[in-house]
């Protein structure tokens, strides 16, 4: 009989270890379900914020407007005055010229100064590019980068500027 008496004892200690796994299962599908509705609020916040950011540039960005004058040209130097007609502070960083009439490359210039910030309505008066020297025979594109990605061109024919002032 003692042996009958062990597997009795055995049986029914294993009934209780049941329950309690079953507890800890819940506990850890619990916790897993809670974790992953967590993570997926987190990135769907930062999902929402980059949007938000990324419409706000855009905005932003549809707002720069550039009028570019023909100051003077002492020497063959091009001078021009660069007005901020738009709504939004612009910052220009690089310039690129094309010159059509010379060996026909694309040269990225860095601005002669610091970079121009011009806030809405503002002028920067005789902006001169650097090694750029403007004859009745000049044929070339100039494009203004902004901070922001936009790009302002002007067309340089002779001794004229395109697009005019439509001023």
Known sequence: MPCLRSKYALRHQS?????????ILFVLAIVALTSIIAVVSIEYGGYVRSADYLSSVDRERSHEELLFTHASDIDGQLKLNITNIGSETITLNNILVHNKSGTGAIEVTNMAALPITLNPGMVQVNYR??????T?????????????G?????????????PPNPY
């Open 15 to 23: 009934k209780g270890i049941t329950n309690v796994l079953g507890a």
């Open 129 to 134: 590019i650097p090694g750029m020297i403007v």
């Open 136 to 148: 009745p025979a000049t044929n070339c594109t100039i494009v203004f980068v902004s901070s922001r």
């Open 150 to 162: 936009n790009s302002f061109i002007i067309v340089i024919q002779g001794l004229e500027i395109y």
